[in-house]
């Protein structure tokens, strides 16, 4: 079993900038992807950006040059470093693992983004 606990959401306004953290605790024999995903109101949720245990990082399209996800592996920890924020960044940011063989979901973090 893994337990996510996120923290770094809040209320920002348009063009500032949030750092989340989400740290993995619990039995597990290691951690391949960690990645955050958001839903905003009346929408699917998305993926906004992965990182494998190598490094390797995958963004969504809307926020590449303004995110950058990293991770700790030491302290099974993912980050994601929000620039420039834009209202429609407003949502619930969700943590997500892979500890092969299940997958997790932290209990999400709001982000809201005033213009």
């Known amino acids: 079993q893994v337990q996510l606990v996120e923290s770094g959401g809040g209320l920002v306004q348009a063009g500032g900038s949030l750092r989340l953290s989400c740290a993995a605790s619990?039995?597990?024999?290691?951690?391949?992807?960690m990645a955050w995903y958001r839903q905003a109101p009346g929408k699917q949720r998305e993926l906004v950006a992965a990182i494998t245990n190598s490094g390797s990082t995958n963004y969504a399209d809307s926020v590449k040059g303004r995110f950058t996800i990293s991770r700790d592996n030491a302290k099974n920890t993912v980050y994601l470093q929000m620039n420039s924020l834009k209202p429609e960044d407003t949502a619930v940011y969700y943590c997500h693992v892979f500890a092969p063989p299940d997958l997790y979901w932290g209990q999400g973090t709001q982000v809201t983004v005033s213009s």
């Open positions: 619990g039995t597990f024999f290691n951690i391949n992807v």
